[in-house]
T-cell receptor
Framework: GDSVTQMEGPVTLSEEAFLTINCTYT??????LFWYVQYPGEGLQLLLK?????DKGSNKGFEATYRKETTSFHLEKGSVQVSDSAVYFCALSEGSSASKIIFGSGTRLSIRP | NAGVTQTPKFQVLKTGQSMTLQCAQD?????MSWYRQDPGMGLRLIHYSVGAGITDQGEVPNGYNVSRSTTEDFPLRLLSAAPSQTSVYFCASLNWGETNEKLFFGSGTQLSVL
């Protein structure tokens, strides 16, 4: 079945460092791909998305490109801030039903001042 | 603020006890769902509902019951808690007809079963 694999955390970086969180997926069709973020004490919220190959999702300085050839959707940011400390979830969805969303295990990111 | 509200935020149970996790949304969303989050694993769907009076099982439904008597509320019931149900539980809702990425999540309930 479909699955999502993302790098294990925690990831600890200094402020202004470059961030990459790896995400790869397995799917039978052509899924939509997402990154969700969970800030401390809050629920998950959508960070960015891409719905087809070579699409780039972006939001709040974060970017991820849908790579069909490598089945990847890595999250990147050029200069992280302390406020980016959170747990990041990669997810995919095949079809239009919210019940079909599959989440990765989450990566905890901590940014040192 | 409009959104998804979960109560309680924390709960400790003894094995065999029962309890209900509450979830309410004030956005008139038709779709509501429950996930559990365990260390090293992604969020896994427990049950979901596409409207009042309609519920269906997700990936890990065993040990949990749900009902949907109103659009706003979607409680999750543990009839006889087990240590394997120690987890963080998230409720989410979506306005039917919108694309699935517009899920709204609650802030979670951390449950420990001793």
């Amino acid at each position: 079945g479909d699955s999502v694999t993302q790098m294990e955390g925690p990831v600890t970086l200094s402020e202004e460092a470059f961030l990459t969180i790896n995400c790869t997926y397995t799917a039978t069709g052509y899924p939509s791909l997402f990154w969700y973020v969970q800030y401390p004490g809050e629920g998950l919220q959508l960070l960015l998305k891409a719905t087809k190959a070579d699409d780039k999702g972006s939001n709040k300085g974060f970017e991820a490109t849908y790579r069909k050839e490598t089945t990847s959707f890595h999250l990147e940011k050029g200069s992280v801030q302390v406020s980016d400390s959170a747990v990041y979830f990669c997810a995919l969805s095949e079809g239009s039903s919210a019940s079909k969303i599959i989440f990765g295990s989450g990566t905890r990111l901590s940014i040192r001042p | 603020n409009a959104g998804v509200t979960q109560t309680p935020k924390f709960q400790v149970l003894k094995t065999g006890q029962s309890m209900t996790l509450q979830c309410a949304q004030d956005m008139n969303h038709e779709y509501m769902s429950w996930y559990r989050q365990d260390p090293g694993m992604g969020l896994r769907l427990i049950h979901y509902s596409v409207g009042a009076g309609i519920t269906d099982q997700g990936e890990v439904p065993n040990g949990y019951n749900v009902s949907r008597s109103t659009t706003e509320d979607f409680p999750l019931r543990l009839l006889s808690a087990a240590p394997s149900q120690t987890s963080v539980y998230f409720c989410a809702s979506l306005n039917w007809g919108e694309t699935n990425e517009k899920l709204f999540f609650g802030s979670g309930t951390q449950l420990s079963v001793l």
